[in-house]
């Protein structure tokens, strides 16, 4: 069964860098399938960030690649999310996902539980 | 603001069905599979329909889906307690290289 956990720091500054791993269990990341974030900020709507192919395309949402960067460790089976700067309006419940297809085929099948990053000061 | 319009809640008593639908354009819709996502209260989605009008392997056949033109439709029959959460559909959109999600609507089951 593949499950997708989340880590990372819960409360982040201002102007910082948001930072966060997803470690894939049960399934191999370079295996293949693309491998994505998704945030929900408070009360709000899914709003998708971007994803990443195994051997390294990507994906971003254009409102967010200027600060956006994931990457994959294929040795430890996880992959990452780089965010900054971060601003009160990216606090948000942080969900990884793996991705099977691109473009018209694009779905996420699998999800983490999900993690809370706070951005404050 | 999403480009994929849901009613924000719909409701129905046990047993009875509930459709929810999902507006778009040729950009997302209309040119690329939908598929839909269900949110139980504090949980994480999870894939409910796939392709339009698959459903992933132990998905019950009381929930399916269907596509017309740019808009799409979730329907939930044999409707159970346990069906209450927040559903979104999700496409790609073509013209601006995003995956989007619809708006989400809550279902109520009275």
């Known amino acids: 069964q593949v499950q997708l956990q989340e880590s990372g720091p819960g409360l982040v500054k201002p102007s910082e860098i948001l930072s966060l791993t997803c470690t894939v269990s049960?399934?191999?990341?370079?295996?293949?399938?693309?491998w994505g974030w998704i945030r929900q900020s408070p009360g709000k709507g899914l709003e998708w960030i971007g994803s990443?192919?195994?051997?390294?395309?990507?994906y971003y949402n254009p409102s967010l690649k200027s600060r956006v960067t994931i990457s994959v460790d294929t040795s430890k089976n996880q992959f990452s999310l780089r965010l900054r700067p971060v601003t009160a309006a990216d606090t948000a419940v942080y969900y990884c996902?793996?991705?099977?297809?691109?473009?018209?085929?694009?779905?996420?099948?699998?999800w983490g539980q999900g993690t809370l990053v706070t951005v404050s000061s | 603001q999403s480009v994929l319009t849901q009613p924000p809640s719909v409701s129905a008593a046990p047993g009875q069905k509930v459709t929810i639908s999902c507006s778009g354009s040729?950009?997302?819709?209309?040119?690329?599979?939908v598929s839909w996502y269900q949110q139980l209260p504090g949980t994480a989605p999870k894939l409910l329909i796939y392709?339009?009008?698959n459903r992933p392997s132990g998905i019950p056949d009381r929930f399916s889906g269907s596509k017309s033109g740019t808009s799409a439709t979730l329907v939930i029959t044999g409707l159970q307690t346990g069906d209450e959460a927040d559903y979104y559909c999700?496409?790609?959109?073509?013209?601006?290289?995003?995956?989007?999600f619809g708006t989400g609507t809550k279902v109520t089951v009275l």
């Open positions: 996902a793996r991705v099977y297809g691109s473009g018209t085929y694009y779905r996420s099948d699998y």
């Open positions: 049960g399934y191999s990341i370079s295996s293949g399938y693309y």
């Open positions: 990443m192919y195994h051997s390294g395309s990507t």
């Open positions: 040729s950009s997302n819709i209309g040119n690329n599979y």
């Open positions: 392709e339009n009008n």
């Open positions: 999700g496409t790609w959109d073509t013209s601006l290289s995003v995956y989007v």
